[in-house]
């Protein structure tokens, strides 16, 4: 009787299981050889795609798998490779199985990786970075090279490495973004989202956000400018370049306050609008600093 | 004489598109500000010494430019016309009106030979951009129209809306500013 | 500038005539001729001739500033009603709504005579522009249907933040309309439409694909 009994339950369970084409989750792993230099493309719809640099010629996947039906596909053709997810006959239904990724790169890989909702973070990888999602949260170390990092709502957390000067472009409709010791060039743009960004040694340094507050401490290069608009958000701007730079504020209705004594002036007689033009020492840095209605205060780094 | 030639097709190839932008057509009037502006600009920058400010009236410039285009008359240099109205704009702009000097009969005969503008030495560009920065107003006006713009006193007058007069005693003045700034013979 | 070895000169006509801006003012230039105040026509080409551009000119000043304060008014009300229809109904049509003429932006295509335009035409007025937005708003409803819920939320909040941006900054406009801070700052807004748009766009079309 119990016997028939357990027995029953094992076919029970055996064919949910097989009904639900779940089965258990599994670890899958796959190597192949990479270019040191050569680009690694990652895509990943939901759950987490973490992505290591390592001093080996080669590209290493682990991938947690929920479900039977989905199946690790790695290649590696004339110096690219590619990491993705695939789906059963069914295709990918929403909410059809996190996946986690572990990928392991040549440091000096040029890395782009794509997700709707999984998280994407990085590390110890140099080479030039792409990295964008639609709701999952960014987490980057970055390296020197041109990067570019997008998301629609989810947060975006990236830090210079110390590994030379690159430039970043980031751009985040509601998510906030912080950048932290970034080496280089910055473009930063959110709408809703607040924005936070330290950079050194910058060329140009353009940040903008509709709504989002705005918080930036940069150190420009001998002739570098900032520029930096909102539209309703608040802006607090710490400035500095070698020998100095001008200053040009100027607010629709915001107040504009500054560390160096210095009072704005109106920019019209008979109407709102507020400037603040001057200069500390005698430097080619230029800091270009507009807002509608949001408040403005400019201080030396 | 191929200068002036070459001078005149350009102004009959830019009546053209006066002619044009007066009728409307923005891309003409486009042109026309692709042509002038680093010039515009850079009369601006000098005479302001502020790169904010000289946009501006750069900008101002060419609007005034736009809404006057019919009392323009084609014959004419439509840079220099520009040009005009661009000082009309920087002036405007400023808070007191600028300083003027005196000139007595004696400086009149040491004014008469300031055309001579060769320097003994060679100054470099940023030095001597400083140093006319560096100048009071009047001075300066008159000497980017006049040292660098290649305008007559006359023409500079009419533009500052001084008396030729005192284009050259402010002319004189500049010169002797910058001698005493830059040390080599001016 | 530069890192070349600086120029040294003899004669103070050798100082370059020509310094480019630090950045393009044609835009900008454009947006305030195209203004109420600044006529879309010379003065006397409003008079006398018959202005090539006439089909964005107004006959008379007049008529010109009280239909640019109208779009204003008109530009208020139908990004109030857009927003509050995006916001409660979710996203349901939003494209199609934004492409039916109730977006705050009043472009001459989506407005007729002197109700549109004025404040936003120079910029909203290039075809390539228009044809982008439209194409983009086609397939925005599809595109917001395939976003994760919460993502789908917030991308309607933020472009309802810009719809409220542009009417602060249009309002603003109709009292001050050469104000050149506002001026760019419009411009910059409805290049953060776009933004938005290509993002939902770009989301939709296989980002994290599996």
Redesign the interface.
Known sequence: MRTSAFLSLAVVTVAASLALGTAQARTVQQQVSADPRGAVDVSDVSGRIEIIGWDNPQVSVTANLERDSQRLEVKSDRGRTSVRVTHGPGGFVDGGGDVRLVVHVPRESEVNASSVSADIASSSVTGAQHLQSVSGEIDAELGAGTNEVKSVSGAIHLRGSGAGSGSLRVTDVSGEVKVSKLAGDLEATTISGDLDAQVAAAHSVRVHTTSGDLELNAGLERDGTIEAETVSGDQHIAASAPAGF?Y?VRTFSGEINDCFGQRSERTSEYGPGRRL?GARGAGNG?V?IKSLSGDVSLCDH | MGLAAVKSEQVDWEAGLVQ???????RA??RL??DH???V???C?RLTR???????C??EA??NA?????RFETRSSFGTWLHRIAVNVVLSRRRRPTEQIELSSHDVEQVESDHD??????????E??SAIAALPEGARDV?VLC????YSHGEAGQMLGVAEGTCKAQLHRARALLRAKLHPEV | MSDTA????????E?????????D??P???A???LPN????????LRG??????RR?VTHRSAVWFGAVAAAVAAVAAGILVDRLILQAGHADVGRQLTAGQSPIQTRGEQGGERGGELAAAFVSDPRYLAERSALLASLDERLKSLPPQTRRQVLASLATIHQSMQQIQQALGREP?N?LLQGLLIDTYQDEMRVLTAVQEAGTGSGES
């Open positions: 001008q040009e033009d230029h270009r | 044009r932008a007066r009728s409307g057509d923005m009037f486009e500000y692709r502006v680093g010039r600009y850079g009369l920058l502020d790169p904010a400010g000289a946009e501006d750069a900008q060419f609007v736009w809404r006057a285009l019919g503008w060769t320097l003994d030495t060679p100054v470099e560009v940023g001597i951009e000497l040292g660098i713009y290649g | 600086p120029t040294k000169i003899t004669r103070l006509d100082l370059p005539r020509d310094i480019p801006p630090p950045r003012g044609w900008a230039l454009e305030r001729l195209l600044g006529t879309t026509a010379t003065d006397e080409g001739a018959r202005p090539t551009i006439v000119s050469t050149a």
